[in-house]
């Protein structure tokens, strides 16, 4: 197998750290590159800092400043574009391009999502609807890319039961930076960060990483933690926070949650430092990237099953998997701490499986197939 380095160009809307998507796409990028490998970002806005030798930076123009779908129809005709002249070796996308040669599919199909509607709604979206129109016609393009990469085996079921696409879909789930996120590192900042939110040290501080707070499940979480000694940390920008605080107080539990809104990763740190237990009991989730950090803290972890991330947990081995009308009876009688110490260590274990070099040796060894079996064709 030729084993030469690549060209390769990325296509990802936000070449930052903020959000799960773009981190994924920035360390699988950075670690190619470390690898000798060409890697050329198409983007329409990147934190210069994150470029690192053997990287460049080619802006795609955001036509289009308003309209979800429009913006993302904009997006792939201007990739298309930038990339018409160029020649890569490997192109890959994480958005809802089609000028790729490698898609990684981050989220659950449009499709799939319509078969959440009720069937006048499902039958009114699918006809009349333009905005659904060009989402369709968007994601059946993206569907037909030679590799497509899902995050988790979730979204693969997924890709199948909407499109009947089984052939070249292989699963390369996030990883984590298994140093940044260790128990050494939360360990030596976890006094000075319950001090500072003021907690004491008998409570059991239970944290939540995410956006979209409805989908995520946090409706559920707020009302489950009313046993007494139980705080809840929440991290992350979702919508309608009025209803979130209305609902901490219809709960009593307004003086037992902290809201912190978007915070960058140094700061996200010193957040797992402070917790006791990571929760995402999401009602849907491509993946959970705060799972496997927390679990990578060395954290004990408690997941939904229809969560991505849950396939990586052995329940009540290295981590729970409750469903979200099982939330007030867990945290209502925790497990004993020696034996959430002990879920912790095993979920850490875990944790180091995924480390991002181990992500980024799995797309290296996939673009070389594509380019090897291009030659043969």
């Known amino acids: 197998m030729d084993k030469r380095l690549l060209k390769i160009a990325v296509i990802v809307k936000s070449f930052t750290h903020v959000g799960g998507m773009e981190r994924y796409a920035v360390e699988v990028s950075r670690l190619l590159a470390e690898k000798g490998h060409r890697v050329d970002i198409y983007s329409q806005e990147v934190d210069e800092g994150l470029l690192i030798e053997g990287m460049r930076y080619f802006l795609i123009p955001p036509r289009v400043q308003f309209s979800s779908v429009l913006k993302a129809y904009s997006l792939a005709k201007e990739a298309e574009k930038a990339l018409s002249n160029k020649r890569y070796d490997i192109v890959h996308s994480h958005e809802r391009s089609y000028c790729q040669d490698v898609l990684t599919t981050h989220c659950f199909s449009y499709m799939g999502s319509l078969d959440k509607y009720s069937f006048l709604r499902r039958i009114d979206q699918t006809l009349f609807s333009p905005r659904s129109w060009l989402y369709c016609y968007l ?16 979204i693969k079921r997924d890709i199948f039961q909407y499109y009947k696409r089984e052939k070249n879909v292989s699963v390369i789930t996030p990883g984590v930076d298994i140093d940044f996120f260790s128990p050494e590192r939360i360990g030596a900042l976890r006094k000075e960060a319950r001090v500072t939110l003021q907690y004491n040290e008998g409570e059991s501080v239970i944290l939540f990483v995410g956006s979209e707070f409805k989908r995520k499940g946090l409706d559920d979480l707020v009302p489950a933690i009313k046993s007494k000694g139980l705080r809840l940390l929440v991290v992350g920008r979702g919508e309608n926070i009025d209803h979130y605080n209305q609902l901490t107080r219809n709960c009593g539990v307004k003086e037992r949650v902290i809201f912190t809104g978007l915070s960058d990763i140094n700061q996200v740190r010193k957040y ?11 009602k849907s989730e491509a993946f959970g990237m705060s799972i496997l950090e927390g679990m990578a803290c060395g954290l004990p972890v408690v997941v939904s099953d229809n969560s991505g991330v849950a396939a990586l947990i052995e329940d009540g081995k290295n981590g ?13 009688a925790l497990p004993e701490k020696n034996y959430l110490q002990k879920v912790g260590l095993l979920a850490r274990k875990t944790a180091e499986k995924f480390e991002w070099h181990n992500i980024a040796d799995q797309y290296e060894e996939l673009f070389y197939e594509v380019v090897n079996n291009e030659k043969e064709c």
């Open 139 to 154: 994601e059946s393009r993206q569907m037909k890319t030679d590799r497509l990469v899902a995050v988790s085996e979730v």
């Open 272 to 282: 797992y430092a402070a917790a006791d237990l990571v929760v995402l009991p999401s």
């Open 320 to 332: 729970f998997i409750r469903s979200n009308d099982q939330l007030d009876s867990f945290f209502s």
